[in-house]
């Protein structure tokens, strides 16, 4: 048996995967890591923290595998968006990567923003507007506020691009992780050479773009391979954007068909087979794993950050009593939260902890729990947690279904959130649609295969490589009598940021 090794490089993690010929996790390993935050807000880490724990990763997914590490055919990389990594013409980090969810450059923004107005940026680009957080910006910020990194600067490396340059030692990035810098634009499906222009950076300091699934010329370094015991013939294969790469392992590369990735954010994606840029309202549109394919993308910053945040500061109690009982203490959570009706007796939660993308625009909105009084105890902040995430996942089905012009007649949930069967059944029951749980439950890492699968000849494209990974799927139907309650509580969730934005 061959095999398929995968790294997907998230917010607080390297999740190592193996996956055999028929697209079966073999195992699977995480390596977590701690950020860097600011009280100014800026969000950063270690490059070196990301390549230990890719490597550590491999290691102990091989071992749990119990395989000759001979056998991995091919390593593939799918990473989170915007992380942004300077590196000098050694290949060394000139300083912290610069994480997605930093949104220091808003000035820089804000400036580029007056030469490509919202609707010039978005037909280009299919971005609804430039922001802090968008990384053409970040780069701008460099060269105003650390010139002489910039000046060092031999390549800006996207997080998926470093990760295979300390593979490989090629600086290369690949399209679907290029489709949310601002720097890349549907037309010519390349590089936007006037914004970079009017920007004033140099296109000469961005590395190749490469299709999704691509074979890096080369191979592995040899010390790569001589460290990790792997064999002189194996492949890299360039991956996709992490959501991007969900999708594609899901099938959703047709109309209709939605997956939506509780993790660290939440992020919805919907297959458009064309892209209209006078559609209203202006939703993320990013380009799919390949050419002349879209997923619409609505992206809400924070859903299962809200729910980690809020057990690692307030739930000492569920994590002691966890480890007692040798579980997860998201399982004691789920206990807790189904024990509390639906509505969480009248508390609800807006979910912005680090502002918000869709479906406002506001990097100033923040958190709020509403409504609450001595009744409550914490589990009904539990529920009201999940249940905002669940409010905000309607929310943005709404808006795909007016911008996108489309019926949404299957929702696919993924990330741990979909590990959740409380969460999942108050998803169901807050939108009224059936939410299906794949068997695979590292979808992400999956669709990286699927891409390697293809690139090395195990199938003869991506869709039928993704019909052979996806599996069995678990279904959960809503239940109608929590219906007019879900539909109150939504009511005043919608209400709340309307009375409170300008407050923000």
């Known amino acids: ?6 790294f997907d490089i998230g917010t607080t993690a390297v999740k190592a995967c193996l996956f055999d010929e028929r697209l079966r996790l073999a195992a699977c390993s995480n390596e977590e890591y701690a950020l860097l935050t600011a009280e100014d807000g800026t969000i950063e880490l270690e490059p070196c923290r990301y390549w230990e724990a890719v490597k550590a990763g491999a290691k102990a997914a091989i071992e749990k595998a119990e395989i000759d590490p001979a056998d991995v055919s091919a390593v593939s990389v799918t990473t989170q968006g915007e992380t942004l990594i300077p590196v000098d013409e050694n290949g060394d980090p000139l300083r912290n990567a610069i994480v997605w969810l930093d949104q220091r ?7 580029l923003a007056e030469k490509f107005p919202a609707d010039v940026f978005y037909r280009k680009t299919g971005l ?3 922001n802090g957080y968008t990384p053409i910006a970040k780069v701008m910020w460099i060269r105003n506020n650390e010139p002489e990194i910039y000046r060092k ?9 470093y990760i295979f340059f300390k593979l490989t030692g090629k600086r290369v990035t690949e399209k679907s992780l290029a489709t949310s810098t601002g720097w890349y634009t549907f037309d010519g499906d390349g590089y936007y050479r006037e914004i970079l222009e009017a920007a004033g950076l140099d296109i000469g300091k961005f590395p190749p773009m490469l299709e999704s699934g691509e074979i890096i010329p080369g191979g592995l370094l040899p010390e790569v391979r001589k460290e990790l015991g792997l064999s002189d013939s194996v492949a890299a294969v360039t ?3 992490d959501q991007t790469a969900g999708a594609l392992a899901m099938g959703n590369v047709k109309p209709g068909r939605v997956t939506e990735t509780t993790g660290t954010a939440l992020v919805i994606g919907a297959t458009l087979p064309s892209f209209d840029p006078a559609a209203e309202p202006k939703v993320t549109v990013y380009r799919h794993y390949k050419k002349d394919l879209y997923l619409m993308m609505p992206i809400c910053m924070t859903a299962g950050m809200f729910l980690k945040w809020f057990r690692d500061e307030f739930c000492a109690e569920e994590k002691e009593t966890a480890e007692k009982r040798g579980i997860s203490s998201y399982q004691i959570i789920d206990e807790e939260v189904e024990s509390i009706p639906a509505g969480s007796g009248g508390l609800v939660a807006l979910p912005y902890l680090t502002g918000s993308l869709q479906p406002v625009q506001d990097s100033k909105a923040r958190g709020i729990f509403f409504g609450f009084g001595l009744e409550h105890k914490r589990p009904h902040f539990l529920r009201a947690v999940f249940e905002s995430v669940a409010f905000m996942l309607r929310e943005n089905i709404e808006l795909i279904e007016k911008a996108g012009r489309l019926h949404v007649s299957s929702i696919i949930s993924l990330g741990g ?4 069967p409380v969460w999942c059944r108050i998803k169901a029951d807050t939108l ?6 794949p068997e695979v439950t590292e979808s992400t890492s999956c669709g990286a295969a699927v891409l390697a699968a293809v690139a090395i000849g195990w199938y003869a494209d991506a869709e039928a490589a993704a019909e052979a990974a996806s599996g069995k799927m678990s279904f ?14 939504y009511a005043k969730y919608k209400a709340l940021y309307e009375h409170t934005r300008t407050l923000f």
């Open 476 to 489: 959960y139907e809503p239940d109608p009598s929590g219906a007019k309650e879900y539909d109150k509580a």
């Open 105 to 111: 450059a808003e000035k820089e923004a804000a400036e």
């Open 432 to 437: 009224g649609q059936t939410i299906c749980v």
């Open 128 to 130: 609804p507007e430039l």
């Open 1 to 6: 048996m061959k095999y398929i090794l995968t």
């Open 417 to 420: 959130g979909a590990s959740s």
């Open 239 to 241: 991956g996709a954007m």
């Open 153 to 161: 600067t031999d390549c800006f490396l996207l997080l998926e691009d």
